[in-house]
């Protein structure tokens, strides 16, 4: 049962996908807006999800990162099948997503964001915080890692600020940062360049190059086309809830079909 | 003279134990708990039938099961019922996402239904008329004047508060209650760090619900009552009024709300003489409570003592590791 | 069995006053989201001003519609001050429901204090009775069931007919996309506070000729089942509205009936909570109420 099967091309390597989507569908109150889509995802490897707006790029990221439920197919993460596992388990499973607006947690500093998704699970358990061993010593190693991703960034100026108060550009980057702070395997995100100043777009882009030089997959919605082309390994399109081509950004380019979906 | 002072400080400690509870849920987790009001009583009841002693045929009240258990045992009884029914009622209610003011709805409505029931079906405890005669702890052994009793019961309180306060803090300023925080803001995010939310949300929603009916229970052993009047749903409003003037996610601020809303505003004006018709004072008593919310709430929407920011420190390697670039931090900024 | 089928016929008329108030709730929910607890206390100031001006010699109809005038001005005056004060200050859904509950809370109290807590009754010349088979109406009764007939079909004509009614179901769907297209929602929601302020006096005074007695909280016993006809119905749907008026005012007649009338609303209240926890769609959190805005 666990053991994916995935169709790959032929020039890939014989190990299985990180992320295996198959015959995904999603629907919204008989609304159909996937409608069976089959894609892949291996270790390293950076997979663009485009289309036009309404071809259910979107839903088909919240189904797999488990926002909404999948109304048929599966989704494989790492060999395991996580289609009927809440958004918690894929999270600790090392599935990581940002948000199409970025999501930081309001009320929180910046600081105790991260220390958060550092901690995750074990944080959040009473049991553990009350009887746990080495407590402290775990939250010194947390809040080491929040102060190395926010001095990476040159960023450690807003660790104290709420997340209310950031502007939208530190909004993006706590965003991502809640998602990366786990170094999760898998990686999901939604049009995480809208908001970024054009200044910081490339070095945005050399910071998920060098997450997916560490193993990481990611499949990233984008509609800066420019930045599909600079940044994705593969090009998978979609419209109107199918998956309508896949290939590299020059193959997809020149395809007849997908400009048409993208014209109409 | 005493009496007052005294009667009006064991109520503050039982309206601080209140807005605790209600804090946690509320401000911490953000669970909107407007059938607050059922956890305490239930703590009240299940608390006074293990303390009457088994019913009496043909005696004045009915109620179920009732036992005669020596003093901490029926405090202990009230805190657990109160927790079994947050526990009962977090898993059908918190396990759904719903809209939050919808949430409040449905739990309004357990208030409602459940104070019908209640006041219905004598064979419960008692229907509308409530539980009287609920023995006072040591009162029988200890021999104390009225006076010196009520003072005893302020020191006993007090005590049962400051260790309710400490548990609460310590928990509160752990990373779990960093976890509940981030839940409450924002659950679909907390759940993408790893967090469950809603096995998460039961926890403290049963850990509140305990506080209260401890709070039901402490207050059902000084008064030696308990009816349906005690705890008409409005009276939820009133904790989430303290709450909110004192400031959510604040335990100094709760005790700040509770001494000024209900205690000031709810209890003391009882002791004032009686002016006007009968009953003018009641009126007015909540024609101010309900001013004072829309004010504080106005004037100072985060309360009296706002939930405080929390300074990141660095552990002393970083602070020496040479690399380091100069730590701007940011005093307030709101 | 006649006991259960008058008990049908005491449902009807019952069903007259929830579905009037609960056809202003839901309009006015619908468009503003503001979940508005204060509802039953402007219900009893509909009550108790129906009653007044019926005091000085108004005939009782007349009386009633006062009662609606004067609720629908108390109801836009607290939207168009405190309201909107609040929500301009960013207050989230669950925090404007407890404004309201401030603004309940004043709004009864002060009644009652100039009241002295009384609780007045009221005696309406009763001329016939017609039977309808075994359901037997009085002259009163029969009036309050066709007054609130009228109502709806004006009200649900109101709605789909006219452009006014139109642009205020487009507003309830989509605020932004309605506000795109030209419509002037500030006047549509001003329009609605109106209508659903009148329809909630319209609620109290029809309550209050049905039971004969009045005082403050006399809108607090009906504001539990006007809320669960509305959110039975579907926010914004005044047909909803009135058909889970109609049944619940049945449903709780027979449960009276049935010799469990202190529970009568403990059912109307489990239906809501089995209706809410059933069905999620129109009521679900997360990524939907992120997107839910109040208009006041």
């Known amino acids: 049962m666990l053991a994916p099967s995935i169709d790959r091309p032929s ?254 | 003279m005493s009496a007052f002072v005294s009667i009006s400080l064991v109520y503050l400690a039982i309206y601080t134990l209140s807005a605790w509870s209600l804090n946690l849920q509320y401000g911490y987790a953000g669970i909107i708990n407007f059938g607050w009001i059922v956890f305490q009583s239930i703590g009240a009841y299940v608390a006074a039938t293990t303390a009457l002693g088994s019913p009496t045929s043909g005696g004045f009240q009915t109620y179920i099961f009732g036992a005669r258990l020596g003093f901490p045992l029926p405090l202990i009884m009230g805190t657990l019922a109160g927790a079994a029914l947050a526990l009962l009622l977090g898993l059908i209610i918190l396990t759904r996402r719903i809209r939050p003011d919808f949430q409040a709805i449905i739990m309004l409505v357990v208030a409602i239904i459940a104070a019908e029931v209640v006041s219905t079906n004598t064979a419960l405890f008692n229907g509308a008329n409530g539980l009287s005669n609920v023995p006072q702890p040591f009162n029988g052994v200890m021999h104390l004047s009225y006076n010196n009793y009520q003072w005893f019961f302020v020191a006993f309180s007090f005590a049962l508060c400051i260790i309710v306060y400490f548990g609460l803090e310590w928990i509160c300023r752990s990373s779990w209650g960093r976890a509940l925080r981030a839940m409450r803001e924002d659950d679909i ?60 996610a604040n335990n100094r601020g709760a005790i700040i709300g509770a001494f000024l809303v209900p205690v000031v505003f709810g209890t003391m004006p009882s002791f004032l003489p009686e002016f006007g018709y009968p009953g003018l004072s009641a009126n007015l008593e909540w024609l101010v409570i309900a001013a004072l919310w829309l004010t504080t709430f106005y004037l100072r929407p985060a309360g009296i003592l706002p939930e405080g920011r929390f300074i990141a420190r660095r552990t002393r390697a970083r602070e020496q590791a040479p690399v380091m670039p100069p730590i701007a931090k940011q005093g307030s900024v709101a | 069995m006649n006991l259960y089928i008058e008990a049908i016929g005491f449902g009807v ?85 407890m404004v309201t509950f401030g603004i309940a ?41 066709i007054l609130a007939v009228v109502v709806f079909i004006l009200l649900d004509g109101f709605l789909r007919l006219t452009k006014v009614g139109t642009a205020l179901r487009a507003t309830a769907v989509d605020p932004d996309l309605a506000r795109a297209s030209g419509i002037a929602t500030g006047r549509i929601v001003t329009i609605a506070w109106l209508l659903s302020g009148f329809l909630c006096g319209l609620a109290g005074g029809v309550f209050t000729i049905d039971i004969l007695t009045v005082n403050a909280f006399t809108g607090d016993s009906l504001l539990s089942l006007v809320i669960v006809a509305a959110l039975m119905g579907t926010a914004g749907s005044v047909r909803g509205a009135a058909l889970a008026a109609l049944l619940l005012g049945i449903a709780t007649q027979l449960v009276s009936a049935a010799g469990a009338s202190g529970y009568a609303s403990a059912v109307a209240y489990g239906v809501l909570a089995v209706v809410l926890l059933a069905r999620p769609k129109s009521v679900q959190g997360g990524l939907v109420a992120d997107r839910v805005q109040i208009t006041v």
Request: with cysteine; net charge neutral.
């Open chain 1, 11 to 264: 020039s890939m390597t014989a190990q299985p996908a990180l992320l295996a989507v198959r015959d995904l569908t999603v629907d919204y109150g008989g609304v159909r807006a996937v409608g069976g889509i089959t894609l892949h995802v291996g270790r390293g490897e950076i997979v663009g999800l485009i289309g036009p707006n309404g071809a259910g790029k979107s839903s088909a990221l919240n189904a797999i990162s488990g926002d909404v439920p999948a109304s048929g197919g599966t989704v494989v993460l790492n060999g395991r099948d996580v289609t009927r596992l809440a958004a918690y388990r894929r999270s600790r499973l090392g599935l990581g997503r940002t948000f199409q607006t970025a999501k930081v947690f309001e009320g929180l500093t910046v600081y105790e964001g991260l220390v958060t998704a550092v901690r995750g699970a074990s944080g959040a358990s009473l049991w553990q915080t009350i009887i746990g061993r080495g407590r402290r010593l775990e939250e010194e190693q947390a809040g080491e890692r929040a102060w190395r991703m926010l001095d990476q960034a040159g960023l450690d100026h807003i660790a104290d600020l709420f997340g209310r108060e950031l502007s939208g550009g530190q909004r993006r980057f706590v965003d991502l940062t809640l998602a990366l702070i786990k170094e999760p395997q898998m990686l999901v995100l939604d049009e995480p360049m809208v908001g970024v100043a054009p200044s910081l777009v490339p070095r945005l882009l050399n910071q998920l190059r060098s997450v997916a030089a560490q193993g990481t997959g990611i499949l990233i919605v984008e509609h800066a086309l420019e930045v599909v082309a600079a940044l994705c390994d593969r090009v998978v399109v979609m419209a109107a809830g199918q998956v309508i081509a896949q290939g590299t950004y020059d193959e997809i380019a020149a395809d007849t079909e997908v400009r048409r979906a993208y014209l109409s």
């Open chain 2, 189 to 248: 995010l907390a759940s993408h760090v790893g967090i469950n939310v809603q096995a998460l949300r039961i926890v403290v929603f049963v850990i509140g619900g305990a506080i209260a009916g401890f709070s039901g229970a402490l207050l059902v052993e000084f008064l030696g009552t308990w009816s349906p009047d005690a705890w008409s749903f409005v009276e939820s409003f009133v904790v989430f009024v303290s709450v909110y003037v004192g400031g959510r």
């Open chain 3, 13 to 97: 008329i019952a069903a007259s006053s929830i579905a009037l108030g609960a056809m202003g709730f839901t309009l006015q929910f619908g468009l503003t989201n503001v979940l508005n607890v204060g509802y039953g206390a402007t219900m009893s100031f509909g009550a108790i001003v129906a009653y007044a001006a019926h005091l000085t010699g108004m005939s009782i109809w007349l009386a009633l519609i006062c009662g609606g005038i004067a609720t629908s001005g108390l109801t836009l005056l607290s939207a168009k001050t405190l309201l909107r004060v609040y929500a301009k200050r960013g207050a989230a859904l669950f925090e404007m429901a």
């Open chain 3, 105 to 145: 809370l004043i709004v009864e109290y002060a009644i009652a204090s100039i009241t002295e807590n009384n609780t007045f009754s009221l005696t309406i010349a009763i001329e016939h009775t017609h039977a309808l088979g075994p359901i037997r109406f009085t002259d009163v009764q029969l009036a309050l069931v």
